[in-house]
T-cell receptor
Framework: DAGITQSPRHKVTETGTPVTLRCHQTENHRYMYWYRQDPGHGLRLIHYSYGVKDTDKGEVSDGYSVSRSKTEDFLLTLESATSSQTSVYFC?????????FGPGTRLTVL | KNEVEQSPQNLTAQEGEFITINCSYSVGISALHWLQQHPGGGIVSLFMLSSGKKKHGRLIATINIQEKHSSLHITASHPRDSAVYICAVGVGFGNEKLTFGTGTRLTIIP
């Protein structure tokens, strides 16, 4: 299995609070991604990174920010969580080929 | 934006049957991915292909670039094949951005 972990795995929070999700890899892969998965939708890209301090927006980036200060860590921040951000969040890594997915984080915003 | 359509959305079959899941996309791609999402939520990459055919065990993936169509076949299906199968297409160098279909839920009955 690709060395990729996500933390926390489950989180319940209240509307308006900040939330940070962490993705950690041990593979030294260049690309890292954050997706959200919702019923009726395919996985949708939130943000991705193509190197340390190099990030770009995906198709559903509003309300989210990211940071990558080290190759191994990619953080996703919800500055002020809303109920529409209740979802399952997946991190993925890639190195020019197939993507490997983390176990997912289930986030509930009340 | 590339649209990815999968069919069928749901498929129930008896153990041992030959299974086919289809994926169509709307614009040119650099590669197509087939992923498997287990009932517990984990996502595993099955295939990445840009032409022709690939085989791994009882799974076979084919792609027709001219027709913008791919199929995933499962021979001698087994209840452990029950999962959601997701098609995704990549555009750009290194496949850094994927567009996903909404998945096909496969249930194999013993």
């Amino acid at each position: 299995d690709a060395g990729i972990t996500q933390s926390p795995r489950h989180k319940v929070t209240e509307t308006g609070t900040p939330v940070t999700l962490r993705c950690h890899q041990t593979e030294n892969h260049r690309y890292m991604y954050w997706y959200r998965q919702d019923p009726g939708h395919g996985l949708r890209l939130i943000h991705y990174s193509y190197g340390v301090k190099d990030t770009d927006k995906g198709e559903v980036s509003d309300g989210y920010s990211v940071s990558r200060s080290k190759t191994e860590d990619f953080l996703l921040t919800l500055e002020s969580a809303t109920s529409s951000q209740t979802s399952v969040y997946f991190c993925a890594i890639a190195d020019y080929n197939e993507q490997f997915f983390g176990p997912g984080t289930r986030l509930t915003v009340l | 934006k590339n649209e990815v359509e999968q069919s069928p959305q749901n498929l129930t079959a008896q153990e041992g049957e030959f299974i086919t899941i289809n994926c169509s996309y709307s614009v040119g791609i650099s590669a197509l991915h087939w992923l498997q999402q287990h009932p517990g939520g984990g996502i595993v990459s099955l295939f990445m292909l840009s032409s022709g055919k690939k085989k791994h065990g009882r799974l076979i993936a084919t792609i027709n670039i001219q027709e913008k169509h791919s199929s995933l076949h499962i021979t001698a299906s087994h209840p452990r094949d029950s999962a959601v199968y997701i098609c995704a297409v990549g555009v750009g160098f290194g496949n850094e951005k994927l567009t996903f279909g909404t998945g096909t839920r496969l249930t194999i009955i013993p």
